[in-house]
């Protein structure tokens, strides 16, 4: 009798095992599916007309766009930033920039002093930066209503990614290109070096890293698809209006009484944020000087509205993917501020060796703020100039 029922657990264990295989074969297949869909279908177009940017006299923007999907937000897109009017045949530099959570690739702010992409342009680099699907969400769209991001996870935008850099390849001849990231974008660098090593020359991190963990530790609930990047108090409307007031005139009255100045009023929501940005100055620290509130306002007024909430539930390095990247001895360039916490700037070090390169270059900013790194008073002269030099030198 007990042999019979020993047998009888080990036939429902096997038959159990052999489901689970069988849905995760399925899975991948599925996955594989999905990202060679996206992939494949990923034909770039010309949209607009090249221009001039008005605030860095001498480099020039392109536009592209691609279907990557069936829905009307199913696209993502491509500004390739220049110098002079007509782009080279045979760049020795090539930059592929992946931006943070809701922003694209647009230019931003048109200062060199302040724009990562116009700096290395400027400075005769092949320079191209990524809109992701976000782009494409109209912000006056309920997040009710965009379902389709449930699906809109870590492995469908490095699909889109690969879809973007195999473009990018065949319009600059260059077999392997620099792949660039900031915040979440360096965890995307990562994760494409570490499914194409064979495609990145280098990465540029600026100040962000590889997750050891999901960042929303508590799910989501089902029918929350999206994250705004308004608040509960400042919403989307008017963060919008506050970002307008410091452009047009940082010193004209606060919107909220208690501040003077629009200035000071922004100055303390960056300085203030919070949550995930860790201790007081973590979003920005202008108050210390590194950062100016005009230049952030230009910047955060462009953001994107959503972001998929479903990436912030997922860690995409399996161990396969870590393996991959510890072989690859891709050459590795990183950034970090320090207000996000005591243990963010060790995570960036960390994801900077995680290549396997002998002598990845690292460099810690004291008091910086997160976007002090990519827009801050010291940008160009702490993080862009030392970013041109270590591409020269490690440039084929």
């Known amino acids: 009798m007990a042999n019979r029922s020993s047998s009888k657990v080990r036939r429902f264990v096997r038959r159990a095992i052999a489901i689970q295989l069988s849905l995760i074969v399925t899975l991948c297949s599925f996955r594989a599916i999905a990202r060679a869909e996206s992939t494949e279908a990923a034909t770039f177009t010309a949209v607009g007309t090249p221009h001039e940017i008005k605030g860095a006299p001498g480099i020039y923007e392109w536009s592209y766009q691609a279907t990557v999907g069936k829905t009307p937000f199913d696209k993502i897109g491509l500004h390739r930033t220049v110098k002079g009017p007509n782009p080279p045949a045979h760049p020795d530099a090539v930059v592929l920039y992946l931006p943070g959570t809701n922003m694209n690739g647009e230019v931003a702010l048109e200062d060199p002093r302040y724009s990562f992409q116009l700096y290395l342009a400027n400075k005769g680099v092949d320079v191209w930066a990524m809109d992701y699907r976000t782009h494409f969400i109209p912000p006056e769209i309920a997040e009710k209503d965009l379902g389709e991001l449930a699906g809109w996870t870590n492995d469908v935008f490095e699909s889109d990614i690969d879809a973007a850099a195999k473009f990018v390849r065949a319009q600059t001849g260059r077999d392997k290109i620099f792949v660039a990231g900031f915040s979440r974008g360096v ?188 827009a801050g008073n010291k940008s160009e002269a702490e993080v862009f100039a030392p970013t041109f030099e270590w591409i020269k030198q490690h440039q084929k």
Request: overall charge negative; cysteine-free; hydrophobic content about 40%.
């Open 187 to 374: 965890e995307f660098s990562y994760l494409y070096a570490a499914m194409h090593p064979e495609r990145v020359a280098g990465i540029i991190a600026l100040d962000g890293l590889i997750p050891r963990e999901p960042m929303r530790k508590v799910a989501a609930p089902a029918d929350h698809y999206a994250d705004d990047v308004g608040g509960a108090h400042l919403t989307y409307d008017k963060r919008k209006v506050l970002m307008q007031m410091v452009i047009d005139n940082p010193d004209q009255a606060a919107p909220i009484p208690k501040y003077k100045t629009a200035r000071e009023n922004l100055e303390h929501v960056v300085y203030g944020a919070g949550g995930f940005f860790g201790t007081k100055g973590g979003l920005a620290n202008p108050q210390g000087g590194f950062s100016d509130a005009v230049v952030l306002a230009k910047l955060l007024i462009a953001y994107d509205r959503y972001w998929p909430s479903v990436q912030d539930g997922e860690n995409p390095f399996t161990p396969a993917l870590l393996g991959s990247l510890k072989t690859s001895k891709i050459p590795v360039i990183a950034f970090a501020s320090t207000n996000f916490g005591s243990y963010w700037p060790s995570m960036v070090e960390g994801a900077a060796k995680s290549t396997g390169a002998p002598d990845p270059s690292y460099r810690k900013f004291d008091g910086w703020g997160h976007l002090d790194v990519l």
